[in-house]
């Protein structure tokens, strides 16, 4: 697709395949320039981050005469819709799950009705894996995972395409919820629902795993090695027992239910866990001055 002549437009541009997958690539906009030694442009890591985080936090410029961000969390997944596959496209959109009458729907469709190719969004995840505990406080640490995508971002109309992704949302929260519940969705509730489609044009993450890691000058003091304790208190979300509603009739916690409770708790402690434990990450050593 070439770059559309307006200024600030973001282009969109095909995944890009390497010996070792798939990868955004690297366009200005979306570039890591911190601690790049723990960035990643890989497709799956980034998709795997922004689907395993319940809260997506959404930005967008409301009115571009008076340029304030607004920041909107909202419940969202990474998915490739099958009529979209069956048309040979093979890059994943993000959905994003809202209301008819929210401004952030409203935007989206103005935008389009203006000829613009969608409303443009930033949309970032984050996940905290644990609290690196180092010898100084200016060098303390998380271990974390974040991703940010770049796009702009459409109101599904497609009826078919509406209906997967409300989908895809219902089970992000607990995997075959949907099928589960009364389907499928009568009239009021697909009138009331909006789903949002972002076209990514760029996207990057970021992930920190490891021990604590200290400057050498703090790790030849002896006095400052016998005093402080240094590791990782490990931080994952546990899930806790389900409890019953007023109304609810069922007698027995469904399988569904049950077993995606315990999975998710063992994966996220293991996790946690094993990041704990990997040695810190290796940093690129620093280009000469001659370089």
Known sequence: MKRNSSPGHLEYCPLRHNHGGTTYPQKGFNNINRYKHQATYDVETIHAIVNSTPVLHVSFVPDPNVPIPIILPMIGQMGLFPGDEANNESDWKCYLHGYVSSRLMKLGADAV???EEGLPLCVAATKVDGFVLTLTPNSH???????????HATVVEDVEEKIWAMKLITNSVVPDRYENTRVPPDGAEMQSTRILKMKISGASGKVREG???????DMKREDVLDSVWTG?????????????????RVKKVPDHVRGFVDRENEKRERYAMEAANKPAPLKRPKKREED
């Open 211 to 217: 021990c604590p890691e200290d400057e050498r000058k």
């Open 232 to 248: 990782v208190v490990p931080v994952y979300e546990r899930l806790g027992e389900p409890q019953v509603g007023p109304y609810n």
């Open 113 to 115: 009705s203006r000829g």
């Open 141 to 151: 640490n998380y271990n974390y995972r974040s991703a940010v995508l770049q796009g």
